[in-house]
DNA sequence: GTGAAAGCGCTAACAT
DNA sequence: ATGTTAGCGCTTTCAC
């Protein structure tokens, strides 16, 4: 815990070369800088972010604002940005807002201002006005993944062409009776992921000519979630559907699951394609449009990178390509 | 973004004053406090952490180290973590140590010393003994949740007896060839929780008067490995268990689902018990020994509580309850 | 109960 | 290339 006036008087230069010298940057000859790294090395000196923090205004930390920490795509998303962000020398501060309003104001108002943050990464969530100007207030980058956020930057996949890739591909199977499944409009997640899936969805439905019907069903955005959602939409033999789009990997694998407690073959009897690319995809067999959260998150931080870099607030838009994986969870239908 | 001064003059009085009345503590009228907090409102002023570390020496900061995020137990112990300290006015900075000693000696020489912590919790890491020196030399409160650190606070089921509990249970129903499937010790979590495991296993067998055999398997701790491995013990019907204790309810859940694609029943022709109470235990009515990693992160926050506001750094050791939650995965084998 | 002043450890002008 | 100086915004003696 030594300070720089420690270091500066080891290695017989003033505080301000010090500085000067361990920083990096600026007019410090070679020697000076060695011998003061020497003398910072030997007494274990690790500059204090508080004090530079308070000169400087920048804190070499990024906050992560997310409602969930362990479901795959966010537990993806945040190793993605913790990856990137210890490569750059940043820290990661969580976040997490959940559907108390208190709790959630406290964060906006409270914490992220407080902890001076020199930059934010908002991981799909459904942003009130007064929590989006809250962030704009901070002057500082802000990233949305998943869902963007009005006026700022954003990372995200084309979740209508997503939609619209896994259902095209049901569709030139061979399939009429299709199902989405999908996310429950009550999460605290992002809607817009919600609505846009669906809105995919039905494109490639009206494209191909089906009129909308009874094609939706809600599930949470977990594998429980897609089980009980799946035991019900799959439960009656005369309305169930031949082809299921899944609106994320977990959902997928719930139906699978329902399915075969059910009775049912997958993908004999019903085809499934999800939207992730989740690590346990592959185990089910499972077709899905693929994302790659992690790179998302690495990407936001690319992103956060530039702007503080250059010292401009200027947005940006990035989204990332699709790639359609067909494994064995689909095939043509038995019937029809 | 105003700051003391500017609050300090709106009420009309001296920045001690208002640090004062703000900070709650100390001997200010009622009178004066509620001025000076109608201003900070007003104003809309939130304290420069950076500044008031500066002075202090504390951060209003917690570092959690751990080696996954996305995975079950850690996620959930993180929540845990992040609620309690929420509710304590404290920040969460992440780091995630990996296999990597470059990486990983970079957030303990660096990382760890730089953000000036307040204190530490470690979620299930394999220390080496450098790094705990490195947590030692920080004079904070430490605490290793699920892995204890050597001469640290820690917060912890008994390993032992929850694999014992399991194992008896199985071993009450008739079963006498179980396999334990358990921690790989090449994976980079505590290993005592691997060691434990099986340790407690062998000691029901043994009291049972079962000779160690051929009675491990190791898997990585997630769906995906309980599975593969799952595959591969149950592979051979010759020499196939008749019930597997499996160390943790992700590996229970892949080996349920590595049986089912074999065409085995469960629980008809194969007992399984895991260690968790994970989300989906019910889906598949699987028999669990319950702990509950959320509580476990809010105690260590407690611990850690207790332990700032003591100013004491006195060593603790907190041992949470365990129950076995009976479900439909389990029954007496069929031949024997 | 309140104010004046010192100083936490660092960086950034400004001199030299 | 290096040193001097002046704060960053807060908390905390120490007076009153």
Chains 1, 2 share one sequence.
């Not at 361990?22 to 007019?27: D, R």
């Not at 000169?55 to 070499?60: C, I």
Request: net charge negative.
């Amino acid at each position: 815990m030594s300070s720089l006036a420690e270091v500066a008087r080891h290695a017989g230069v003033s505080k301000a070369t010090a500085s000067r010298a361990l920083s990096g940057a600026a007019h410090v000859s070679e020697a000076t800088r060695a011998r003061v790294a020497a003398s910072a090395a030997e007494l274990g000196f690790v500059a204090s972010t508080s004090a530079a923090s308070l000169v400087t205004g920048r804190s070499r930390n990024v906050g992560v604002v997310t409602p969930f920490i362990s479901r795959w795509f966010f537990g993806e998303v945040i190793e993605g940005v913790e990856e990137a962000l210890i490569d750059a020398g940043y820290d990661l501060t969580l976040f997490r807002v959940q559907e108390d309003p208190d709790l959630r104001q406290r964060v906006f108002d409270y914490f992220l201002v407080r902890k001076r943050v020199d930059a934010v990464i908002t991981v799909c969530v459904a942003l009130s006005p007064e929590e989006i100007s809250a962030l704009a207030a901070l002057g500082k980058p802000v990233v949305g993944i998943g869902g963007g956020i009005a006026g700022m930057s954003s990372i995200r996949i084309d979740d209508v062409a997503a939609s619209r890739l896994a259902t095209e591909h049901l569709l030139s199977l061979g399939h009429s009776h299709i199902l989405h499944v999908g996310g429950d409009q009550e999460e605290r997640m992002d809607f817009h992921v919600h609505a846009q899936r669906l809105a995919g969805f039905r494109q490639a439905m009206a494209t191909a000519g089906h009129r909308p019907g009874d094609d939706f069903a809600a599930a949470e955005f977990t594998i429980a979630g897609g089980f009980s959602t799946g035991l019900r939409v799959l439960g009656n033999p005369t309305t169930r559907p031949s082809a299921i789009v899944a609106a994320s990997d977990e959902i997928a694998i719930g139906v699978i699951l329902a399915a075969r407690q059910l009775g049912i073959q997958v993908p004999r009897d019903l085809s499934v394609v999800g939207i992730d690319d989740h690590d346990l995809a592959e185990m089910f067999g499972l077709t899905t449009v693929r994302q790659v959260p992690r790179a998302q998150g690495r990407d936001a931080v690319s992103m956060i990178m530039a702007s503080i870099n250059s010292g401009e607030l200027t947005r940006r838009d990035l989204q990332l390509p699709l790639a359609l994986r067909v494994r064995s969870s689909t095939s043509a239908p038995q019937h029809g």
